[in-house]
């Protein structure tokens, strides 16, 4: 079934370690984002792709780098794991021109 | 770039009742308007979404209405149900842009 996967789906980490958040989709959607939610609060863009090798800073200043080496997948890595980075992150895809985005379960992070 | 703002924020109805969500956008490029669903503990889901070629749309008990003059789109929920209870997100985007979401309006339907 076409969809958008993220893993891990909860991790607790200590603060300075490097991670790395992934995200796949199986639906052939050039579009892919990264958003910060806290629980029931506004959805902050952080990262964006058009496509391989494309990648852009969104609205919210993120610690976080992003990769678009093959269109399914677009992993997000924390090199040093901070408290102040506790939050859920979500992955979307959409399709070209103005669409529906598609969100992953998300992954929800603790640094402690 | 895009701004969306929504009202309200917290939003408390009676089973049955209708609930009216509405959000204002600054971009007159803008010309997708999709609404976001977002239950507890799980991912947001789009319920309903408009193009700028058209005022309104239905889809059983939800409607959304866009006033392009006026900039601005609404959620409408009739005969509210305790399972309608959820952060509701509208968005806004240009056809080559990604989304700009609002802050969310957070449903609670009462039995």
């Known amino acids: 079934e076409a969809d958008i996967y993220q893993t891990p789906r909860y991790l607790v980490i200590g603060t300075g370690k490097k991670i790395t958040l992934e995200c796949s989709q199986t639906?052939?959607?050039?579009?892919m984002y990264w958003y910060q939610q806290d629980p029931g609060m506004e959805l902050h863009l952080i990262h964006y792709?058009?496509?391989?090798?494309?990648?852009e800073k969104g609205d919210l200043s993120s610690e976080s780098t992003v990769s678009r080496i093959r269109t399914e997948h677009f992993p997000l890595t924390l090199e040093s794991a901070r408290p102040s980075h506790t939050s859920q992150y979500l992955c979307?895809?959409?399709?070209?021109?103005?669409?529906?985005?598609?969100f992953g379960q998300g992954t929800r992070l603790t640094v402690v | 770039g895009e701004n969306v703002e929504q009202h309200p924020s917290t939003l408390s109805v009676q089973e049955g009742d209708s609930a009216v969500i509405k959000c204002t956008y600054s971009?007159?490029?803008?010309?997708?308007f999709p609404w976001y669903k977002q239950e507890l503990g799980k991912r947001p889901q789009l319920i309903i979404d408009?193009?700028?070629?058209?005022g309104e749309k239905k889809d059983q008990r939800i409607a959304v209405t866009l006033n392009k003059t006026a900039k601005h789109f609404s959620l409408h929920i009739t005969e509210t149900q305790p399972e309608d209870s959820a952060v509701y997100f509208c968005?806004?985007?240009?056809?080559?842009?990604?989304?700009?979401f609002g802050k969310g309006t957070m449903l609670l339907v009462s039995p």
């Open positions: 968005a806004a985007s240009m056809e080559y842009s990604t989304l700009t």
């Open positions: 639906m052939g959607h050039d579009k």
């Open positions: 792709s058009y496509g391989v090798n494309s990648t």
């Open positions: 971009d007159s490029a803008s010309n997708y």
């Open positions: 408009i193009r700028s070629n058209v």
């Open positions: 979307a895809s959409s399709a070209p021109g103005g669409t529906e985005a598609f």
